[in-house]
């Protein structure tokens, strides 16, 4: 069944399609919609602009959000493929992603962390190109643009700034030139929400947007399925690295560089995910594009079919057990 990923047809993402629907099929059958939070006047206003079409439709909201999640596992297929991120293209990062946005069901509902995230992916697009850009200020200006409007949407995001700050040591020469262009992209966000908020007369929304909270282990509800995501999780990630052992040394520098980056996204995602705002119960969707791009690497093991075949069966039975044990 592996074999069916491996390959780059056009009829495996028709595949993908499926696989997500019937893993996501239970929020769909319970959809829900999504409320608006004190403090994040970018998301409500998202909302609000939605609702005037949908009138709070539940499962509008939640089909929504399962199809941008299907999405955003083609995108990091994408910039797997394009960044040279993997020995050869295949769609196994986007299963991955697929299978673990589906461990719990509060990944699937349409939230902030949805919307955070397509923020990252486009920056990761565009930093991972820093090394070969004919247009380096141009894309610079983007990437920055990206990592604001996400702090924009959830404060805790503020944190990517140092991811974007360490890829821009790594994949570019210093040049001041380039980070005062960088400076200004991560500013315009910043200033055009003020701008907006004040001719709106809503400017003291901006005194309520910074909020932070210790949210993680503040409560175990369900310590069955945190023991079975945190112990398949930490095995999965552990046998991507594994793979990648066999990979990277062969990788040019860049891609290299292209990885430690993905790795502080990784951190930086765990640190948002644990100290953002309790009104977000979704928060550790933050993580999983960086975890799905480590775990992808052990699905591609060749050389070892028997290894990347208990891979893809181990993550398909962590996935089971998990929708399991949260509803247990």
Known sequence: MLH??????PYTVLILLI????LKSGVLAHPQAPARLDGYFLYNAVIGLLNVVVRGNAFFYTFLAVIMLFLQALYI?????????SLRPTYFPALAYILFTSIHPAFNYFGVPVLVNWCMLIGMDIWLGFNHSVNPRKNLFNAAFAVSL????????????????????????????????????YLTPLYFSAGILFIVDMLPELARWPNLDFTIMR?????????????GAAILVASGVYAMQQYLPKATIYVRRGWMTILFYLIMSVLVAALGDVQVNNAWLFTIPALSMFIAQGFMLEKSKWFSN???????????ACQWAVNK
Request: zero cysteines.
């Open 19 to 22: 696989v997500a629907l019937l």
């Open 4 to 9: 069916l990923f491996r390959n780059k047809s």
């Open 219 to 231: 409560r175990v509800d369900a310590p069955v399925y945190l023991g079975i995501a945190l112990g």
């Open 310 to 320: 208990f891979i893809f069966y181990f993550s398909i039975i962590l996935v089971l």
């Open 77 to 85: 297929n994408a910039i797997t493929t394009r960044h040279r991120l």
């Open 150 to 185: 996400a702090a924009v949407l959830h404060f805790a995001g503020v944190g990517y700034l140092a991811v974007f700050l360490g890829a821009l040591l790594l994949l570019r020469p210093y040049n001041t030139g380039e980070l005062i262009v960088a400076g200004m992209g």
